[in-house]
């Protein structure tokens, strides 16, 4: 029997597709940035079966891709060399909720819409929020440890799960589905699998951590001089707030100019314009009076002159409105023609140095590109976009991506950050990691992924970078 039909026998009569029609939306990712080719995909639907398959592929030296929502933005969920693709969406359930313990347990295929709704109707809140998350699983967001909006307040998403069910790259299921928000019993395997891009096992289930639901939102956006006020404001109002922040989002004039000019809907909604914006959410308790100390550090800080106007949300309208122009940047900036597109991450104080050395650095590469770089000033990370030129080629444009990317990075590293803050290395970043990674780190990983997966069946070539021979 051919090792493709001993998998679809392990995965069960539904679990497995060889139809075109069926497996192409699995072999391109949504932007059609990425294109692979598969013989099989296989959906299984229990661990036993994931375990079987991989235990097969282990044998065989078949090599395999595991595959969630695919709304991945480095390449990491494509068969790029007709690996077998192991879809997760038929583990789909939803295990247990323990309300009291504020712990949900639900299997690795289950999109992060349903898990944020099952905490809602037990009145608590799974803070990870992503745009993606009509679609996106939380087994893909385990694997490529996601970020969002909620970070500053709720971490990543290593500090969102309690416990975790993988099966390793040989079949052997690791039963770590623990409630637990304690345990020093030796390595934490699970943290090692959190963020490892599918190349270290495949995630099945996991426990994840609930929040209270915030009685209390209040949204605002205000308007900064420069990202060196915003970094002081955001100080400020960590001290009012008592550390009360969920969100506090960089946008420069020209993201909102682009979201205003393509996206239905949208207005501007201060008087006059500003180079700079901070859209910010604080959250909280009914008693916490949260409204007055965000009002009262907004008032304080434009007699600082760290702001000069402030709106804030007076309904869930105007605060879903105010969102909206944060939202909406990406796919403004794509209306708009190309981009180069980064996702950095510097310590969060010196933002503003990185913007003010790197912006004329990419200026002088590719004359006329438009800075858009917006994103989670609170964390640390922006998305350190361009567009192309206003009234430029876009294809001559696009020919620069590399030079300017590697322009970027080499100023990343200055800085002490990274080059991947939260989308992962994946296909796309996995040949530039070298230069920017250091070779004790690079070889530690290295003897993780031979330890773990010994013939390199998961994932091969994405996130762990070869060994270069000279
Ligand atoms: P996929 O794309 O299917 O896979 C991603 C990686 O995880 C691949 O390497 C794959 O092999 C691996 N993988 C998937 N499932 C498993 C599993 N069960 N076990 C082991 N490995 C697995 N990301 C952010 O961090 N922050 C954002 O704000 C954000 N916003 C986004 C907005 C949009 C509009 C889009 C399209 C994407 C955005 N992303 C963001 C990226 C993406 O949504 C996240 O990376 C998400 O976590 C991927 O989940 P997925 O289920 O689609 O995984
Ligand atoms: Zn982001």
């Known amino acids: 029997m051919s090792i493709l039909d001993r998998l679809k026998d392990a995965a069960g009569p539904d679990g497995f597709s060889q139809d075109p029609a069926e497996l192409a939306p699995h072999l391109e990712e949504w932007r059609g940035k990425y294109k692979g080719h598969s013989p099989l995909l296989l959906k299984p639907a229990t661990t036993a079966q994931v375990s079987a398959i991989l235990r097969l592929c282990h044998e065989s030296g078949t090599a395999v891709v595991p595959q969630g929502g695919n709304t991945g933005l480095v390449g990491g969920q494509i068969p790029f060399h007709g690996e077998v693709v192991l879809s997760t969406k038929r583990l789909n359930r939803i295990r247990a909720l323990d309300a009291?313990?504020?712990?949900?347990?639900?299997?690795?295929?289950?999109?992060?819409?349903?898990?944020?709704?099952?905490?809602?109707?037990?009145?608590?809140?799974?803070?990870?929020?992503?745009?993606?998350?009509?679609?996106?699983?939380?087994?893909?967001?385990?694997?490529?440890?996601?970020?969002?909006?909620?970070?500053?307040?709720?971490?990543?998403?290593r500090a969102l799960v309690l416990g975790l069910e993988a099966v390793l790259a040989d079949g052997t299921v690791l039963d770590m589905a623990r409630a637990l928000h304690k345990d020093n019993t030796g390595y934490d395997l699970k943290q090692l699998l959190i963020g490892s891009e599918g190349t270290l096992g495949v995630v099945t289930a996991a426990t994840l951590r609930l929040f209270p639901r915030p009685e209390v939102s209040v949204t605002a956006l205000a308007a900064v001089p420069s990202p060196q006020a915003a970094v002081t404001l955001l100080g400020a109002l960590q001290a009012r707030t008592g550390g009360m922040l969920s969100a506090f989002e960089l946008m420069p004039r020209i993201a909102l100019d682009l979201v205003i000019r393509h996206i239905a809907g949208t207005r501007d909604l201060m008087p006059a314009p500003s180079p700079w914006y901070v859209l910010m959410e604080a959250t909280g308790g009914r008693d916490a009076n949260l409204a007055a100390s965000l009002e009262n550090g907004l008032a304080e800080a434009v007699t600082a002159g760290l702001v000069t106007d402030a709106v804030?949300?007076?309904?869930?309208?105007?605060?879903?409105?105010?969102?909206?122009?944060?939202?909406?940047?990406?796919?403004?900036?794509?209306?708009?023609?190309?981009?180069?597109?980064?996702?950095?991450?510097?310590?969060?104080?010196?933002i503003p140095d990185f913007l003010a050395r790197a912006t004329p650095a990419v200026l002088a590469i590719a004359p006329g590109a438009r800075s858009v770089g917006f994103g989670h000033l609170g964390d640390g990370n922006l998305h350190f976009n361009f567009n192309s030129p206003a009234d430029g080629d876009d294809t001559a444009f696009l020919a620069k991506w590399d030079a300017v990317q590697q322009c970027v990075h080499d100023i990343v590293k200055d800085f002490g950050g990274s080059i991947s803050a939260e989308h992962g290395i994946g296909a796309m970043k996995v040949a530039a990691l070298p230069r920017y990674k250091s070779h004790a780190e690079l070889d530690a990983m290295r003897a993780i992924k031979a330890a773990l997966d010994p013939k390199n069946i998961l994932n091969p070539g994405k996130t762990v970078p070869p060994v270069l021979k000279l």
């Open 312 to 350: 804030v949300a007076a309904s869930q309208t105007q605060a879903a409105a105010l969102w909206k122009l944060r939202e909406s940047i990406s796919e403004a900036q794509k209306r708009e023609g190309a981009s180069i597109k980064h996702d950095i991450s510097v310590p969060v104080a010196a």
């Open 100 to 157: 009291r313990g504020a712990t949900l347990t639900v299997e690795a295929g289950v999109t992060l819409a349903t898990v944020q709704q099952a905490a809602a109707e037990a009145g608590l809140l799974f803070p990870l929020s992503l745009a993606s998350e009509g679609s996106c699983t939380i087994g893909g967001n385990i694997a490529t440890n996601a970020g969002g909006t909620q970070v500053l307040r709720y971490g990543m998403t």
